[in-house]
């Protein structure tokens, strides 16, 4: 079984800054990709980030440049921290885990972000 607990989301004006954790328990192993989502309201999930064991990352071409992906092995847990938020930021953003390719396997309950123009 695999937990995997969002923190973090909240409320910011444009211009801002915020980061959302994600702490994952359970069966869970260090070679694991490691992602973020987000959904807003009437749109369809979509993918925001992930990070690979070997450290490296991919973004969505929306984010790039304004968003990192980390990851803290010794502590599980991944965060994603969100710089130069716009209103169309804003979403609910879902921590996923998965193998290094192919199907993502677990998702969080999600953090809801939202960022005031």
């Known amino acids: 079984q695999v937990q995997l607990i969002e923190s973090g989301g909240g409320l910011v004006q444009a211009g801002g800054s915020l980061r959302v954790s994600c702490a994952a328990s359970?069966?869970?192993?260090?070679?694991?990709?490691m992602g973020w989502f987000r959904q807003a309201p009437g749109k369809e999930r979509e993918f925001v980030a992930a990070i690979w064991s070997t450290g490296g990352t991919n973004y969505a071409d929306s984010v790039k440049g304004r968003f990192t992906i980390s990851r803290d092995s010794a502590k599980n847990t991944v965060y994603l921290q969100m710089n130069s938020l716009k209103p169309e930021d804003t979403a609910v953003y879902y921590c996923?885990?998965?193998?290094?390719?192919?199907?993502?396997?677990?998702w969080g309950q999600g953090t809801q972000v939202t960022v005031s123009s």
């Open positions: 359970g069966r869970i192993f260090s070679s694991d990709r």
């Open positions: 996923t885990r998965g193998p290094p390719y192919g199907t993502w396997l677990h």
